[in-house]
């Protein structure tokens, strides 16, 4: 059974910082890995997803790297802003009959002044 | 794009009352409907796996007559929470994907309270 764990579960950082949320998984078996922002009490934003077969996605600011041989995936920030504030949530979809994502637990991001 | 809309966005019901939540795929065809749930703090977890024509899957714990799964056409999938009770209070989310590929295509949520 997938297991998908996020650290940190927390963190708080000035504005301008370069950040590393990580997210690492047990089963490489994976179909691909998607990472999410979730904002409070809303849905979820898909921000990058990664195909088995790839080893990096960018947009923007944004950078996630996989590594399915260490079972873990890295998304980058760079250059924090305060509208980066948010939970961001990582999901790796495995074989359960079809494709299904499991998620971490997320890492609560605030971004302050 | 593909888009995923749910309906409604949020609903406040009394304990005992039935809550029906829609999801739609506006921009492609859906074979495949996923119904997730989240509680406060938590992540988010699978509940369900509905196929179009076909009767839903449930995953183990949750009670398939309390959350009636109908997925009768290839942009519509809904979710009756029957007999809502406090504890059923929470983010539903659905997701959707084509009958190519295997990406799911997440919906806003339905965030429930039941009083």
């Known amino acids: 059974k997938q297991e998908v764990t996020q650290i940190p579960a927390a963190l708080s950082v000035p504005e301008g910082e370069n950040l590393v949320l990580n997210c690492s998984f047990t089963d490489s078996a994976i179909y691909n890995l998607q990472w999410f922002r979730q904002d409070p009490g809303k849905g979820l934003t898909s921000l990058l997803l990664i195909q088995s077969s790839q080893r990096e996605q960018t947009s923007g600011r944004l950078n996630a790297s996989l590594d399915k041989s260490s079972g873990r995936s890295t998304l980058y920030i760079a250059a924090s802003q305060p509208g980066d504030s948010a939970t961001y949530l990582c999901?790796?979809?495995?074989?359960?009959?079809?494709?299904?994502?499991?998620f971490g637990r997320g890492t609560s991001l605030i971004v302050h002044p | 794009g593909a888009v995923v809309s749910q309906h409604p966005s949020w609903v406040i019901c009394k304990s005992g009352t039935s809550v029906k939540i829609e999801c739609r795929s506006l921009?492609?065809?859906?074979?495949?409907m996923f119904w997730y749930r989240q509680f406060p703090k938590q992540s988010l977890m699978l509940m369900a796996t509905s196929n179009e024509g076909s009767k839903a899957t449930y995953e183990q714990g949750v009670e398939k007559d309390k959350f009636l799964i109908n997925h009768a056409s290839l942009t519509l999938s809904t979710l009756t929470v029957t007999s809502a009770h406090p504890e059923d209070s929470s983010f539903y989310i659905c997701?959707?994907?084509?009958?190519?590929?295997?990406?799911?295509?997440f919906g806003p949520g339905t965030r429930l309270l039941v009083l």
């Open positions: 999901a790796a979809s495995s074989w359960g009959g079809s494709y299904i994502p499991t």
């Open positions: 997701s959707a994907k084509r009958e190519s590929g295997e990406t799911q295509y």
């Open positions: 921009d492609f065809q859906a074979t495949t």
